[in-house]
């Protein structure tokens, strides 16, 4: 075993070897209760970011310890072909020739997609073997894949059948830049400061007019109504009259709907059903004509008359300088307002009329939400349910259909003969009139529709498969809370209502990765972290167990580089303990399991106790998905128990050759590489091949150690020697410099054993005595035993009396003054909350310290 950690030594080889072994597949545990998980596909076009690394540092966490747990556990990878993002890329490449996708036609296009994404689509897999993430790969998944393919076609034709899928003329997020419909889901919307521009539109008949306010001045070209609510006195008597519109002249009714907001603007709205959904509303139940007055790019068309040929925002400054010529223009206000973009490129959406294909969503809302309040699948934190209901509750339907090649063509055809709709899986060869002439529609389904059949489409649904059998419903989906829309709520409709169960049970929710200060990670703000640059500088074992431990109560991690570096500096310490063990135990000599010690010792009683109580404490916690609780718990215990005390008591009597100790050491180090291998998996296989030389760690038996019964008196040990090194510390003294110790213990509480650890870990001998020794002395204290520390020979005892009275002077001066400071009401209504804080704390440091020093100083008279 080489002497030093080197994480990229250590992680070179392993994932192969495991790979090999058929480790990560199921039939591992041929008899084991089912257990899967499938992965949140991430992009063929992506790389590993911070997100992926968190997310799949969960997953990996839960599917290796059932694993080991003895089921058959299945984590399920795959990709996603994302539609838009995918031939973004690919028109980029062919940029570079000077191509463009028009030119090469669809077929061609959609060949020289495939063909980059069996070049340059399969990094985001490879790095994640590089995390050591343990996915099925023989079970891997593409969203295009002909499996999926048919499932998706199976899924749109069924549901088109059930009218759940319908084409229809209505208004949707169009994304001018794209040139593509997309969903309410990939729309962001962002506060920003406008503009309410204040119209005259003038009555058809006789003088006056009424007063609009509108935040897109430049939709007025397509106006066909003036709206107002039909309680408002103000207006009602206008209702049903004509206005004539400005810069177009026509003439447009006034109607009353109670969509109007009465106290918004003047409280009349000018009415715009191609270019509004509320319009469109109001103009459904109006009669009123739809006038699309911007083309697909957002440049104005000929339905906008002299304005023909701007683009919306050029348009929008020259509608308002020609209604103030005509004297329409009353005022422009500055207005605060919401503003949808696309969450892709960050195009500010157009509301649109466009024929598109939906999904009516109403009747598939309702069991999914009846699923999660009847208990049947449960959000993890519970929480989250609030934000799926209110999602789920709001719902307008889902508009599927893209303006794009690349993606699953939507399985419908136009007859040219007589105008029908065919809807099949299979390609028509004629339509029911007779007629050959069949056009397939050229759009694809949105990206989020094949997705959303995931859980079931990747385990062979439709078709009736072992996997299917096996696997479905998933125990588990975990995931970011950002898609919980996108993604999470599309699942658990399409899951229960095409194979009548349940996606998955639990639904484990985590935040996101963040920047140190709090703000989103982008490339644009300089902030991103690349994973892979971590795992070249740390090891991969440690990102992922920093990223566990930051991940405390599933809320956003604000990331610092320096957890990576701790977290790597325990993979050292872990290190430095086997090789310790090995020192005294010989290489491979560790049972797989068991191995626990039948008479064990005080020491190792105390250790064995504690192992069995931080593994069901670890359990309990991970079963509750408290995943940074459970290894902070099996840090400290690693850290502070194992490698700071056990280590330490266990020397002498490994010197001794006692068995017990031999194979408790063993034992409880096999047992925290067990525990640790769900986060850490690289060092601990390695360190285990060292340790037990018996198959893989991936593999193993979960630990279970048996109870134990420590010894009464562990703990005020403990304090002794903690109290003891601590006066060495605070007086200079070498761990090596004899100490006259007197231990006073009135109830009997020491126990033999101590007399040998005392010496080895707080290095003196104590002298029972009847009472408190004469002279200078300081004392620890546990309960009722006392050990007296003689201080004749060790310190000039009227120089420390001086060193002391000074050192409390001091520090009492600085006290005052802090909590002068915050007894002064301007300094706290004026100072940031983190520097009252900080001032506080100051005061609780400073009046612990002299708390300490003033029990120093009385002691020695």
């Known amino acids: 075993m080489d002497q030093a950690y080197d994480p990229q030594r250590v992680e070179a080889d392993w994932y192969a070897r495991w790979e090999q072994a058929g480790v990560f597949r199921p039939e591992v545990n041929p008899d084991g209760e089912p257990f899967c998980i499938v992965i949140p596909p991430p992009n063929v076009t992506g790389s590993l970011h911070m997100g992926h690394a968190l997310d799949q540092s969960i997953q990996d966490l839960i599917i290796r310890r059932k694993r080991m747990q003895g089921y058959a556990a299945l984590w399920l990878p ?14 980029r490449e062919l940029a570079k020739e000077g191509l463009t996708r028009t030119e090469l036609g669809r077929e061609r296009f959609i060949e020289q997609v495939w063909m980059w994404k069996a070049q340059s689509g399969g990094a985001i897999t490879q790095q994640i073997r590089r995390m050591g993430f343990s996915t099925d790969w023989s079970r891997e998944r593409f969203t295009m894949d002909p499996g999926l393919s048919d499932a998706v076609k199976k899924t749109f034709v069924d549901l088109y059948h059930e009218d759940l899928i319908y084409r229809g003329k209505r208004i949707i997020n169009w994304c001018p830049r794209d040139h593509t419909a997309i969903s309410d889901v990939e729309v962001e919307h962002e506060d920003e400061t406008g503009e309410l521009v204040h119209i005259r539109y003038p009555f058809a008949a006789g003088t006056g007019g009424i007063e609009v306010a509108t935040t897109r001045a430049e939709t007025m070209l397509g106006d066909t109504a003036v709206a107002v609510h039909p309680d408002d006195l103000r207006y009602r008597h206008l209702v049903g009259t004509m206005v004539r519109l400005p810069l177009v002249g026509r003439e447009i009714p006034i109607v009353a709907d109670d969509a109007v907001d009465p106290a918004f603007g003047t409280g009349a709205v000018k009415v715009t ?63 605060e307002h919401s503003v949808g973009h696309c969450q892709r490129c960050h195009t500010v959406i157009e509301p649109y009329l466009s024929e598109q294909w939906f999904v009516r969503v109403a009747p598939l809302v309702g069991p999914a939400i009846e699923a999660v309040k009847r208990g049947d699948i449960r959000f993890v934190p519970e929480r989250w349910e609030k934000t799926y209901f209110h999602w789920m509750e709001n719902l307008r339907d889902w508009t599927i259909s893209r303006q794009i090649w690349w993606g699953h063509r939507i399985p419908a055809w136009y007859c040219d003969a007589c105008g029908e709709i065919t809807v099949a899986v299979t390609t028509p060869t004629e339509c029911s009139c007779g007629s050959t002439a069949l056009r397939q529609d050229e759009d694809v389904l949105d990206t989020w529709f094949s997705s959303g059949l995931f859980p079931f489409s990747t385990l062979g649904w439709p078709d009736d498969t072992p996997d299917l059998r096996r696997f479905y419903p998933n125990a588990a989906l975990v995931t970011g809370y950002d898609i919980i829309s996108f993604w999470v709520a599309r699942m658990i409709k399409f899951g229960l209502h095409l194979t009548g169960e349940k996606p998955f049970t639990d639904v484990v929710i985590h935040g996101l990765v963040r920047a140190d200060d709090g703000r ?21 074992d440690a990102l992922r167990l920093s990223l566990i431990q930051a991940a405390a109560n599933n809320q956003d991690v604000p990331f610092q580089v320096e957890w990576v570096d701790a977290a790597r500096r325990f993979g050292n310490k872990l290190w430095n303990a086997v090789r310790f063990a090995l020192g005294h135990l010989g290489e491979q000599s560790v049972p797989a399991d068991g191995g626990y010690p039948d008479a064990p010792g005080p020491e190792a009683a105390w250790v064995l106790s504690r192992l069995h109580d931080v593994a069901g404490e670890i359990d309990a916690a991970l079963d509750e998905y408290r995943f940074a609780d459970a290894y902070a718990t099996l840090y400290s215990f690693a850290w502070s128990e194992v490698f700071d005390w056990y280590l330490e008591l266990a020397k002498s009597q490994l010197r001794e050759g006692d068995a017990a100790t031999r194979s408790t050491l063993g034992a409880v180090i096999r047992d925290l590489l067990k525990l640790f291998h769900p986060v850490t998996p690289y060092i601990t296989e390695e360190l285990w091949s060292h340790l037990v030389g018996d198959g893989f760690i991936a593999v193993a038996p979960w630990p279970r150690p048996p109870r134990h019964e420590p010894p009464p008196s562990f ?7 903690s109290g003891v090194r601590r006066f060495r510390a605070e007086h200079g003294l070498s761990p090596r410099q004899p100490l006259a110790v007197t231990m006073l213990d009135p109830d009997g509480v020491m126990e033999p054993w101590w007399l040998p650890q005392l010496k080895a870990l707080a290095g003196f001998e104590p002298v029972a005595g009847p009472g408190t020794p004469q002279g200078a002395f300081s004392r620890v204290v546990s309960g009722s035993l006392q050990a007296v520390i003689s201080l004749e020979g060790l310190v000039d005892v009227s120089a420390e009396r001086a060193r002391l009275d000074r050192e409390i ?21 004026k100072a ?20 300490k020093l003033t029990a120093q100083r009385s002691e020695l008279g």
């Not at 795959?78 to 028109?91: L, N």
């Open 715 to 721: 703990e005020a040990f403990r304090e002794v020697v």
């Open 78 to 91: 795959g990709t996603d072909h994302a539609g838009i993002a995918t031939q973004i890329v690919v028109e």
């Open 520 to 540: 989103k990670m982008s490339k644009s703000l300089g902030n991103a972290i690349d994973p892979l640059d971590l795992v070249r500088e740390h090891g991969a």
């Open 809 to 829: 002077t001091e520090l009492e001066t600085l006290r005052a003054k802090a909590t002068a400071k915050l007894d002064n009401p301007q300094f706290v209504e």
């Open 273 to 335: 059903p191609a270019h509004d959904p509320t319009d469109f509303e109001i103009g459904q139940r109006h009669g009123l004509d739809a006038i699309v007055m911007l083309d697909e790019a957002g440049v104005v068309n000929a339905a906008g008359g002299r304005f023909a040929g701007l683009d919306r925002f050029d348009a929008r400054r020259a509608v308002k300088e020609a209604l103030e010529s005509e004297g329409a223009l009353v005022a422009v206000e500055v207005h």
């Open 832 to 851: 940031p909350p983190e520097i009252i804080t900080k001032e506080r704390d100051r005061v609780t440091d400073l009046s612990a310290t002299l708390e």
